[in-house]
């Protein structure tokens, strides 16, 4: 099966500071997806990562960046933090960008800004 | 561009009960629909998927039946059970400039009492 596995259950950081998520997956997935869930928004993509060193804009991308340096990790950053920042991340990636199979998601980042 | 339409909840059911929730979408190619489900404190993960029109995916005793024609893809289920208590997301993959793009709904909370 394959395993997507985020660094951190929960983080809690203050205004300002710098923040990493991490995630890696255990398939080599060429796709990866930052997510952000919030109560009655559903998921919004941040960002996207089709190969190493590419990134592509989401929906939401102001205030984060990304980083893959190899395949098998993709990392959002969060500038510098705010508290509208608070909430659920969830890492997700697929085979290709060519195919229409499912994703995979990791358990999830509780990130509260203080 | 794409987009899923699905019932806002939260459902609220008693056990062995029957359930429907309700989904749409609007897809300029001809997208791939998944049903994923997120238990609470997890991330999401993949309950079924259709490919084709008229395709049924099913899993755990769920169902859902691509309906091109009307633009749904519907989940159901006869009999629930305490633990379907989830959050269940309806989404779509869809072939936009030569890559698939996952969208995805608000979700909808099923809340199953005994």
């Known amino acids: 099966d394959v395993k997507v596995t985020q660094s951190s259950r929960y983080l809690v950081k203050r205004t300002g500071e710098k923040v990493f998520l991490e995630c890696v997956q255990d398939m080599d997935h060429e796709n990866m997806f930052w997510y952000r869930q919030d109560p009655g928004l559903g998921l919004r993509l941040i960002y996207f990562s089709y190969d190493v060193k590419m990134k592509e804009k989401g929906d939401i991308p102001e205030g984060y960046s990304v980083s893959r340096e190899k395949k098998e990790r993709f990392s959002l950053i969060l500038e510098s933090a705010s508290t509208n920042q608070t909430s659920m991340y969830l890492c997700?990636?697929?085979?290709?960008?060519?195919?229409?199979?499912?994703?995979?998601f990791g358990d999830g980042t509780r990130l509260s800004i203080l | 561009g794409d987009s899923v339409t699905q019932m806002e909840g939260p459902v609220t059911l008693s056990e062995e009960a029957f359930l429907t929730i309700n989904c749409t979408y609007t897809a300029t190619g001809y997208p791939s629909l998944f049903w994923y489900v997120q238990y609470p404190g997890e991330g999401l993960q993949l309950l079924l998927k259709?490919?084709?029109?008229?395709d049924k995916g099913s899993n755990k005793g769920f169902e859902a039946t691509y309906r091109k024609e009307t633009t749904s893809f519907h989940l159901e289920k006869g009999s629930v059970q305490v633990s379907d208590s989830a959050v269940y997301f309806c989404a779509l993959s869809d072939r936009g400039g030569g890559s698939y793009i996952p969208t995805f709904g608000r979700g909808t909370s099923l809340i199953v009492h005994p």
């Open positions: 997700a990636s697929n085979p290709s960008r060519s195919s229409n199979q499912p994703q995979h």
């Open positions: 259709a490919t084709k029109a008229d």
